[in-house]
């Protein structure tokens, strides 16, 4: 899994929007075409998030992130590398890294469970 931080996505109304779609798409064509694409999304800014913790069979919801912290989580990819040095060569060519940064971690298998 990418999981991109500090990149603010440009307003449609932005002059360098179209530039930054066009990069991002070309990232997605290069996963697609190595056949290591699966899922990929933007994530709303963080102000719409909420964060859920249930305590003594309570749930507690509070506004925001959990942590407060000067990084943002702004969206991710999920791809199927053949190893985690292509999941790093690939974070490399996404786009947001050279404006922000790149959380390369690979998923947990879990026993029993269809991925």
């Known amino acids: 899994m990418l999981l991109i ?3 603010d996505r440009p307003a ?11 990069r991002v798409n070309a990232f997605v064509e290069e996963c697609r075409r ?14 719409t998030a909420r964060t859920v913790s249930v305590r003594e069979g309570k749930p507690l919801i509070t506004d ?4 407060e912290t000067h990084e943002h989580l702004g969206g991710y990819y999920i791809l199927d590398c053949r190893d985690f040095d292509e999941a790093l060569e690939l ?7 050279a404006v922000g940064s790149i959380e390369v971690r690979p998923v947990a298998e879990v026993p029993g469970v269809n991925h």
């Open 5 to 7: 931080y500090n990149c």
């Open 12 to 22: 449609p109304t932005d002059p360098g929007f179209d530039e930054a779609l066009a």
């Open 34 to 47: 190595r056949g290591t694409f699966v899922s990929g999304h933007p994530l709303l800014p963080e102000k």
């Open 64 to 67: 925001g992130p959990f942590t």
């Open 91 to 97: 974070a490399a060519l996404c786009p947001m890294a």
